[in-house]
Protein backbone atom coordinates (compact mmCIF):
# COMPACT_ATOMS: atom_id res chain seq x y z
CA UNK A 1 0.00 0.00 0.00
CA UNK A 2 1.57 3.26 -1.32
CA UNK A 3 1.97 6.64 0.96
CA UNK A 4 -0.11 9.16 -0.26
CA UNK A 5 1.28 12.85 -0.24
CA UNK A 6 0.19 15.27 2.74
CA UNK A 7 0.88 18.90 1.35
CA UNK A 8 0.43 21.85 4.24
CA UNK A 9 -0.27 26.11 3.11
CA UNK A 10 -1.83 28.56 3.33
CA UNK A 11 -4.59 31.01 1.80
CA UNK A 12 -3.59 33.34 -0.96
CA UNK A 13 0.11 34.54 -1.19
CA UNK A 14 -1.06 38.73 -1.19
CA UNK A 15 -0.88 39.91 1.79
CA UNK A 16 1.12 43.00 2.90
CA UNK A 17 1.34 42.02 6.40
CA UNK A 18 3.82 39.08 5.44
CA UNK A 19 5.58 41.98 3.44
CA UNK A 20 8.58 43.89 5.07
CA UNK A 21 10.59 40.37 6.51
CA UNK A 22 7.62 38.78 8.41
CA UNK A 23 7.82 36.27 6.24
CA UNK A 24 8.84 38.13 2.55
CA UNK A 25 12.43 39.08 2.81
CA UNK A 26 12.06 43.32 2.63
CA UNK A 27 13.48 43.65 -0.53
CA UNK A 28 11.24 41.11 -2.29
CA UNK A 29 9.44 42.67 -4.91
CA UNK A 30 5.65 41.96 -4.71
CA UNK A 31 5.24 40.43 -8.63
CA UNK A 32 7.89 37.44 -6.87
CA UNK A 33 5.36 36.51 -3.96
CA UNK A 34 3.88 33.54 -5.70
CA UNK A 35 7.48 32.36 -6.63
CA UNK A 36 8.76 32.65 -3.06
CA UNK A 37 5.50 31.68 -0.97
CA UNK A 38 5.42 28.49 -3.37
CA UNK A 39 8.78 27.02 -2.55
CA UNK A 40 8.03 28.26 1.31
CA UNK A 41 4.76 25.62 1.36
CA UNK A 42 3.60 22.96 -0.60
CA UNK A 43 0.55 23.95 -1.39
CA UNK A 44 -1.87 27.40 -1.64
CA UNK A 45 -5.54 27.72 -1.28
CA UNK A 46 -6.31 30.49 -4.07
CA UNK A 47 -8.78 32.51 -2.68
CA UNK A 48 -9.21 35.38 -5.02
CA UNK A 49 -12.20 32.97 -7.43
CA UNK A 50 -14.34 33.12 -4.26
CA UNK A 51 -15.02 37.21 -4.91
CA UNK A 52 -14.67 37.19 -8.97
CA UNK A 53 -13.33 35.16 -11.73
CA UNK A 54 -10.34 35.21 -13.13
CA UNK A 55 -8.66 35.60 -16.47
CA UNK A 56 -7.11 31.45 -17.97
CA UNK A 57 -4.13 33.27 -18.29
CA UNK A 58 -3.53 34.16 -14.86
CA UNK A 59 -3.90 30.02 -14.05
CA UNK A 60 -1.51 29.74 -16.86
CA UNK A 61 0.87 32.18 -15.28
CA UNK A 62 0.23 31.27 -11.76
CA UNK A 63 1.36 27.01 -12.78
CA UNK A 64 3.88 28.42 -14.32
CA UNK A 65 5.58 30.30 -11.51
CA UNK A 66 5.26 27.10 -8.97
CA UNK A 67 7.59 24.53 -8.89
CA UNK A 68 6.29 20.86 -10.61
CA UNK A 69 5.32 19.16 -7.55
CA UNK A 70 3.15 22.14 -6.35
CA UNK A 71 -0.82 22.20 -6.16
CA UNK A 72 -3.04 24.70 -5.73
CA UNK A 73 -6.52 24.55 -4.20
CA UNK A 74 -9.24 26.38 -5.38
CA UNK A 75 -11.68 28.41 -3.35
CA UNK A 76 -15.16 28.05 -5.45
CA UNK A 77 -17.31 31.19 -6.45
CA UNK A 78 -19.79 32.71 -3.75
CA UNK A 79 -22.33 32.74 -6.48
CA UNK A 80 -22.58 29.22 -6.32
CA UNK A 81 -22.20 28.74 -2.20
CA UNK A 82 -23.99 31.80 -0.91
CA UNK A 83 -27.66 31.19 -2.55
CA UNK A 84 -30.96 29.92 -0.95
CA UNK A 85 -31.61 27.21 -3.60
CA UNK A 86 -28.15 25.41 -4.24
CA UNK A 87 -30.19 22.70 -7.05
CA UNK A 88 -30.40 25.78 -9.22
CA UNK A 89 -26.46 26.42 -8.73
CA UNK A 90 -25.42 24.52 -11.84
CA UNK A 91 -24.85 26.80 -14.35
CA UNK A 92 -23.19 28.98 -11.76
CA UNK A 93 -21.06 25.90 -11.25
CA UNK A 94 -20.28 25.20 -14.76
CA UNK A 95 -19.20 29.43 -15.28
CA UNK A 96 -16.80 29.41 -12.15
CA UNK A 97 -15.39 25.76 -13.60
CA UNK A 98 -14.85 27.56 -16.86
CA UNK A 99 -13.27 30.43 -16.50
CA UNK A 100 -10.00 28.50 -16.89
CA UNK A 101 -8.92 26.26 -14.06
CA UNK A 102 -7.81 23.66 -16.32
CA UNK A 103 -4.90 26.02 -16.82
CA UNK A 104 -3.48 24.67 -13.56
CA UNK A 105 -2.95 21.12 -15.42
CA UNK A 106 -1.95 18.75 -12.76
CA UNK A 107 -1.22 22.05 -9.96
CA UNK A 108 -4.70 21.72 -9.73
CA UNK A 109 -6.00 20.43 -6.50
CA UNK A 110 -9.21 20.20 -4.98
CA UNK A 111 -12.14 22.56 -5.12
CA UNK A 112 -13.27 24.24 -1.73
CA UNK A 113 -16.70 24.73 -1.54
CA UNK A 114 -17.24 27.27 1.87
CA UNK A 115 -20.53 27.46 2.71
CA UNK A 116 -21.91 30.31 5.07
CA UNK A 117 -22.08 29.94 9.11
CA UNK A 118 -26.02 31.02 7.96
CA UNK A 119 -26.53 28.00 5.70
CA UNK A 120 -28.73 25.59 7.39
CA UNK A 121 -29.00 22.03 6.21
CA UNK A 122 -31.46 21.13 3.95
CA UNK A 123 -31.03 17.09 3.29
CA UNK A 124 -33.13 17.09 -0.33
CA UNK A 125 -31.69 20.53 -1.39
CA UNK A 126 -27.63 19.70 -0.07
CA UNK A 127 -28.10 16.03 -1.67
CA UNK A 128 -28.82 17.72 -5.23
CA UNK A 129 -25.79 20.27 -4.67
CA UNK A 130 -23.47 16.79 -4.34
CA UNK A 131 -25.22 15.78 -7.56
CA UNK A 132 -24.29 18.68 -9.46
CA UNK A 133 -20.09 18.63 -8.94
CA UNK A 134 -19.12 17.29 -11.72
CA UNK A 135 -15.75 14.25 -11.59
CA UNK A 136 -14.41 15.98 -14.38
CA UNK A 137 -14.08 19.41 -16.53
CA UNK A 138 -12.17 19.36 -20.07
CA UNK A 139 -10.62 15.76 -19.14
CA UNK A 140 -9.16 16.77 -16.02
CA UNK A 141 -10.14 15.00 -13.18
CA UNK A 142 -12.11 17.06 -10.32
CA UNK A 143 -11.82 16.43 -6.57
CA UNK A 144 -14.55 18.32 -4.00
CA UNK A 145 -14.34 19.17 -0.32
CA UNK A 146 -17.18 21.17 1.27
CA UNK A 147 -16.99 23.37 4.34
CA UNK A 148 -20.16 23.55 6.35
CA UNK A 149 -20.43 26.38 9.16
CA UNK A 150 -23.78 25.60 10.85
CA UNK A 151 -24.58 23.58 13.64
CA UNK A 152 -27.43 21.88 11.32
CA UNK A 153 -25.18 19.91 9.45
CA UNK A 154 -24.12 17.94 12.39
CA UNK A 155 -25.99 14.83 11.84
CA UNK A 156 -24.83 11.17 10.50
CA UNK A 157 -27.20 12.07 7.32
CA UNK A 158 -24.87 14.66 5.94
CA UNK A 159 -21.83 12.65 6.32
CA UNK A 160 -23.54 9.69 4.88
CA UNK A 161 -24.89 11.72 1.57
CA UNK A 162 -20.97 13.34 1.54
CA UNK A 163 -19.60 9.61 1.95
CA UNK A 164 -22.30 8.49 -1.00
CA UNK A 165 -20.75 11.39 -3.41
CA UNK A 166 -17.27 11.22 -2.62
CA UNK A 167 -16.92 14.57 -1.75
CA UNK A 168 -14.43 15.47 1.30
CA UNK A 169 -15.58 17.13 4.45
CA UNK A 170 -13.65 19.90 5.61
CA UNK A 171 -11.98 19.51 9.17
CA UNK A 172 -11.93 22.93 10.33
CA UNK A 173 -9.84 23.79 13.52
CA UNK A 174 -12.03 26.96 14.68
CA UNK A 175 -12.86 28.99 17.32
CA UNK A 176 -15.73 30.09 16.00
CA UNK A 177 -17.50 27.10 13.84
CA UNK A 178 -18.51 23.48 14.52
CA UNK A 179 -15.88 20.43 13.22
CA UNK A 180 -16.80 17.29 11.44
CA UNK A 181 -13.66 15.06 10.84
CA UNK A 182 -15.23 12.00 9.43
CA UNK A 183 -13.28 10.79 6.49
CA UNK A 184 -15.69 10.88 3.67
CA UNK A 185 -13.72 11.01 0.38
CA UNK A 186 -10.40 9.74 -1.42
CA UNK A 187 -8.36 12.94 0.08
CA UNK A 188 -8.86 14.75 3.54
CA UNK A 189 -8.89 18.29 4.03
CA UNK A 190 -8.21 20.87 6.95
CA UNK A 191 -8.29 24.17 7.52
CA UNK A 192 -6.71 25.38 10.76
CA UNK A 193 -7.95 28.48 11.76
CA UNK A 194 -6.64 29.09 15.68
CA UNK A 195 -3.16 30.53 15.04
CA UNK A 196 -2.24 32.75 18.00
CA UNK A 197 -0.23 35.67 18.00
CA UNK A 198 1.81 34.34 20.95
CA UNK A 199 3.52 31.47 19.81
CA UNK A 200 6.23 32.17 17.18
CA UNK A 201 5.18 29.45 14.66
CA UNK A 202 1.15 30.66 15.42
CA UNK A 203 0.69 27.17 17.81
CA UNK A 204 2.10 25.93 20.53
CA UNK A 205 4.39 23.75 19.37
CA UNK A 206 3.05 20.76 21.39
CA UNK A 207 0.15 21.36 18.92
CA UNK A 208 1.75 21.34 16.25
CA UNK A 209 3.10 18.05 17.06
CA UNK A 210 -0.39 17.02 17.70
CA UNK A 211 -1.60 18.08 13.99
CA UNK A 212 1.81 16.27 12.41
CA UNK A 213 0.82 13.21 13.91
CA UNK A 214 -3.03 13.65 12.57
CA UNK A 215 -1.69 14.51 9.07
CA UNK A 216 0.52 11.41 8.75
CA UNK A 217 -2.98 9.62 10.53
CA UNK A 218 -5.32 10.43 7.66
CA UNK A 219 -2.15 9.93 4.87
CA UNK A 220 -2.00 6.29 5.90
CA UNK A 221 -5.91 5.93 5.66
CA UNK A 222 -7.03 5.86 9.54
CA UNK A 223 -9.01 8.12 11.19
CA UNK A 224 -6.78 10.37 14.12
CA UNK A 225 -8.19 9.87 17.74
CA UNK A 226 -10.07 12.82 19.25
CA UNK A 227 -11.28 14.88 16.31
CA UNK A 228 -15.30 15.01 16.80
CA UNK A 229 -16.78 12.06 14.41
CA UNK A 230 -20.22 10.94 13.88
CA UNK A 231 -18.44 7.70 13.26
CA UNK A 232 -21.07 6.31 11.05
CA UNK A 233 -20.11 3.98 7.63
CA UNK A 234 -16.47 2.53 6.73
CA UNK A 235 -14.37 5.24 5.45
CA UNK A 236 -11.89 2.58 4.47
CA UNK A 237 -8.35 2.11 5.66
CA UNK A 238 -6.33 3.22 2.58
CA UNK A 239 -3.85 5.94 2.31
CA UNK A 240 -4.87 9.37 1.18
CA UNK A 241 -3.32 12.89 -0.29
CA UNK A 242 -3.59 14.95 2.45
CA UNK A 243 -4.04 18.80 2.62
CA UNK A 244 -3.24 21.14 5.73
CA UNK A 245 -3.71 24.69 5.39
CA UNK A 246 -3.00 27.65 7.85
CA UNK A 247 -6.09 29.69 7.48
CA UNK A 248 -7.26 32.75 9.12
CA UNK A 249 -6.88 32.98 13.76
CA UNK A 250 -3.57 35.48 13.69
CA UNK A 251 -3.34 35.32 9.77
CA UNK A 252 0.52 37.07 10.44
CA UNK A 253 1.87 33.47 11.62
CA UNK A 254 -0.07 31.14 9.08
CA UNK A 255 3.32 30.97 7.11
CA UNK A 256 5.25 30.17 10.16
CA UNK A 257 2.80 28.25 11.07
CA UNK A 258 2.85 26.49 7.94
CA UNK A 259 6.79 25.86 7.84
CA UNK A 260 6.95 24.45 11.47
CA UNK A 261 4.67 21.67 10.01
CA UNK A 262 6.13 21.31 7.39
CA UNK A 263 9.10 20.41 9.31
CA UNK A 264 7.49 17.93 11.29
CA UNK A 265 6.73 16.23 8.65
Known amino acids: ?18 RGGNFYPADLVQ ?3 LEYASRAVTAIEI ?22 DFVFAVKASRYVTNRKVLA ?22 PILWQFMATKQFDAADFG ?16 HAVQVRNDSFHTPDFVAMCRDAGVAIVYADSADYPAIADVTGDF ?19 ALDDWAARAKSWAEGHQPQGLPTFGTGD ?31
Not at 247 to 254: L, M, Q, S, T, Y
Open 1 to 18: MSKRIIRVGIGGWTYPPW
Open 31 to 33: KRE
Open 47 to 68: NATYHRLQKPASFAAWAKTVPD
Open 88 to 109: EAGESIQTFLGQGLTELGDKLG
Open 128 to 143: AFLKLLPDRHDGLALR
Open 188 to 206: VYARLENAQARFAAGYAPS
Open 235 to 265: HGVRPRDTFVFMINGFKEKAPAAAQALLERL
